[in-house]
C-alpha cells in the first residue's frame, strides 16, 4: 500500500462497515520488527476483519466510486463522496444480510471492468458502467449468480478484481 502522510486510508470489514485512519496515525515500524495489529489501531468488533484498505488524497474527488462485492454475489456501486462523513466508530458501508460477508471493496473511476471469481471456477467479466451506483447504506444488486434452479446456494464469490477494458485475460 503506497500513499502520503495526510491521505487517508479506508478500511473495509467483513461485516460492511468502514472505518478509517489518517496515514500518518499509523506507527512506524523499524526494518525488523513485526509491526503493530490493526486492532489496536480501529475499533473492531468481534469476529471483524479487514477485507480491503483504500488510500484516498481527498474523499470529495469527482468521478471516483468504491465497488464492493459479497460472499454471495451481490456488487454495489458508490461514489466515494457518499463516504466523506467520516466518524471514528465507522459508518455502513453496505447492508448485508445474516448469512453474506463482504469480500473486497476496490476504488474505480467508473469506467472500468469487474471480474468476479467464484469458489466453483465460474467468473464474470462486466462493464462496471452496467451497474447503477447507489447510496451508502444500500444493498446493491446481483453481480454474479450462485444459486441454482431451486434457490439453494451452490457456490461462493471469492474474488473481485478491477480490469481496465483493454486489458485481456491470459489463460
Not at 30 to 54: C, F, P, T, Y
Not at 81 to 108: M, P, V
Amino acid at each position: 500500500l503506497t500513499c502520503c502522510t495526510h491521505d487517508i486510508i479506508l478500511f473495509f470489514t467483513n461485516k460492511g462497515q468502514m472505518r478509517w485512519l489518517k496515514a500518518y496515525e499509523i506507527p512506524e515500524g523499524a526494518r525488523d520488527s513485526q509491526g503493530k495489529a490493526l486492532i489496536n489501531l480501529l475499533d473492531l468488533s468481534e469476529g471483524e476483519r479487514i477485507r480491503a484498505m483504500i488510500p484516498v488524497a481527498k474523499m470529495d474527488q469527482p468521478g471516483l466510486f468504491v465497488i464492493m462485492a459479497t460472499r454471495n454475489g451481490i456488487i454495489k456501486k458508490s461514489p466515494l463522496a457518499a463516504f466523506k462523513n467520516l466518524r471514528k466508530k465507522g459508518i455502513i458501508a453496505i447492508n448485508l444480510e445474516d448469512d453474506n460477508d463482504l469480500i473486497d471493496a476496490k476504488l474505480t473511476n467508473g469506467s472500468q471492468e469487474i471480474l468476479l471469481s467464484a469458489a466453483n471456477g465460474m467468473a464474470c467479466r462486466f462493464c462496471e458502467s452496467d451497474i447503477r451506483s447507489t447510496g451508502r447504506n444500500s444493498i446493491g444488486v446481483r453481480g454474479m449468480q450462485l444459486r441454482d434452479k431451486t434457490g439453494k446456494l451452490v457456490s461462493e464469490l471469492v474474488a473481485m478484481t478491477v480490469v481496465n477494458p483493454d486489458d485481456e485475460l491470459l489463460v
